[in-house]
């Protein structure tokens, strides 16, 4: 069973810094790609960055792409999304989630509120 923890987020200003946490159990994690997703209030939830099995191959939406790093410790079965300069349109429940083939599974998501 794929379980996965979102942590890590929270409230931070403008131009601030968030790093977000995925911890997963109950599957091989080193054989799931995962990915981060976010859903804002009212919105329908979006792909933000993807990381395959073993880290080579990355992939961010060009909201995120400069700002956002994505990275997965395979040791640890943690994944990690860290978020830099971050800006009030980056608010949202952030997601995590594992693929592989037809098994999948998310998280229950984090609130991350960028605010002044």
């Known amino acids: 069973q794929v379980q996965l923890v979102e942590s890590g987020g929270g409230l931070v200003q403008p131009g601030g810094s968030l790093r977000l946490s995925c911890a997963a159990s109950?599957?091989?994690?080193?054989?799931?790609?995962v990915s981060w997703y976010r859903q804002a209030l009212g919105k329908e939830r979006e792909l933000v960055a993807s990381i395959s099995e073993d880290g080579s191959s990355i992939n961010y939406a060009d909201s995120v792409k400069g700002r956002f790093a994505i990275s997965r410790d395979n040791a640890k079965n943690t994944a990690y999304l860290q978020m830099n300069s971050l800006k009030p349109e980056d608010t949202a429940v952030y997601y995590c989630r594992a693929v592989r083939g037809s098994r999948r599974g998310w998280g229950q998501g984090t609130q991350v509120t960028v605010s002044s």
């Open positions: 109950g599957f091989t994690f080193s054989t799931y790609a």
